[in-house]
């Protein structure tokens, strides 16, 4: 099973940035795709953004224009760049990987944006 660890969040004024970093304990190159959700009190998780084996990026509609999801295979290390924040994008973001089919979750990290 593929180890994850997010670091990376904290808390941000509206308006300011994060960058979140997911260190995978495998080859992420291998992996059919990697991404990042989020889950706020109350709601279900949910995948905000993706990147696939082949390079192509998923958005969620409400982050689409704010967030940037990237990789460095030789790092094998995921990075989800976040700017221009809003109190609604508080809650806790885990790393997704899908290696062979099976799907693994980072223990998540919190993203607190205050108003």
């Known amino acids: 099973q593929v180890q994850l660890v997010e670091s990376g969040g904290g808390l941000v004024q509206a308006g300011g940035s994060l960058r979140l970093s997911c260190a995978a304990s495998g080859n992420i190159f291998t992996f059919n795709a990697v991404g990042w959700g989020r889950q706020a009190p109350g709601k279900q998780r949910a995948l905000v953004a993706t990147?696939?084996?082949?390079?192509?990026?998923n958005y969620f509609e409400s982050v689409k224009g704010r967030f940037t999801i990237s990789r460095d295979n030789g790092k094998n290390t995921v990075y989800l760049q976040m700017n221009s924040l809003k109190p609604e994008d508080t809650a806790v973001y885990y790393c997704?990987?899908?290696?062979?089919?099976?799907?693994?979750w980072g223990q998540g990290t919190q993203v607190t944006v205050s108003s």
């Open positions: 990147i696939s084996k082949g390079g192509t990026t």
């Open positions: 997704y990987a899908d290696s062979q089919g099976f799907g693994s």
